[in-house]
């Protein structure tokens, strides 16, 4: 948003309302504007993208930018559901088979790790892998 809202030469000297019409017609940029106000206004926000930001905060804003838009385009019900702040981005493309479901577990703690396998894995996942350990 700094870009934006930065006189000309350092940024496009805009205002958030001009930017609001400009993307009127266009749902997912709509969306990604809205979503970008957001989370300019979260103190805690860890996914910043300015005109400053780092490349990992760069890549991170474009491939949420790249979810939102294959959502609208080839899941628009699920898209409904981020829009309206019921799933997020990533919940989303799990729900929709874009993305793998991934969980983290604690590499230092073994009944940690194992409480965490048990609570995400199915039986059959579970066996699998005890399986797939024995064999090691």
Do not use: W
Not at 16 to 42: F, K
Not at 102 to 113: G, H, I, K, L, Y
Request: glycine share 6%; proline share 5%; aromatic share 2%.
């Amino acid at each position: 948003m700094d870009f934006v809202l930065a006189p000309p030469t350092a940024g496009l000297g805009a205002d958030i309302e001009l930017v609001r019409r400009i993307v009127a017609n266009d749902p997912v940029a709509r969306e990604l504007l809205e979503h970008a106000l957001r989370d300019t206004q979260s103190p805690d926000q860890k996914t910043s993208v300015s005109a400053g930001g780092s490349h990992e905060e760069k890549q991170l804003g474009k491939a949420h930018q790249a979810a939102l838009k294959r959502l609208h385009r080839d899941a628009p019900e699920i898209y409904k559901k981020v829009v309206a702040g019921e799933l997020s981005t990533n919940a989303a493309m799990v729900e929709a088979g874009f993305r793998t479901r991934t969980f983290s577990v604690p590499a230092t703690r073994p009944e940690a790790c194992a409480r965490s396998l048990k609570k995400n894995l199915s039986e059959a996942h579970l066996r699998e892998l005890v399986k797939l350990l024995a064999d090691t």
